[in-house]
């Protein structure tokens, strides 16, 4: 699709906008989710994950609002993080490592230098 082996450019991403209507942003947000759900989690992916933010023209600052707009959709749509695996039936039990997973993907984003800026307390 968009990122073939980390290929995509600036301009290939602003013909994505013309052509959908979404900005950039949410074309990097939308497309994270996609690969977080979709695509096995791999120094690759996360090399042209990377490879999109810069493409993106969105700088490390901006990342962290499009995580957390990611996380907030993971959370209405599947639910929080529980951690208390009591009273879950397999099939909840199951949803809710799948939940945990994708916020492991998440953090583990949100740690990369390349990807996110690290702010200081």
Known sequence: MLLREGTVSSFQLKELEEKTEFNTEEILRKYIRYALNEKPFN??????????????????????????EISR?????????????????EKGFKRKL??????????????????????TP
Request: net charge positive; proline share 6%.
């Open 73 to 89: 959709s993971i959370v209405k749509e599947k639910g929080p993080v529980v951690m208390n695996k009591q009273r879950f039936t």
């Open 43 to 68: 120094p690759d992916l996360v090399a042209s994950l990377i490879h999109l933010r810069r493409a993106s023209s969105l700088n490390e600052s901006q990342m962290p609002e499009v995580l957390n």
């Open 98 to 119: 799948a939940v945990l997973t994708l916020f492991g993907k998440i953090y583990y984003l949100s740690a990369l230098p390349d990807f996110c800026l690290k702010t």
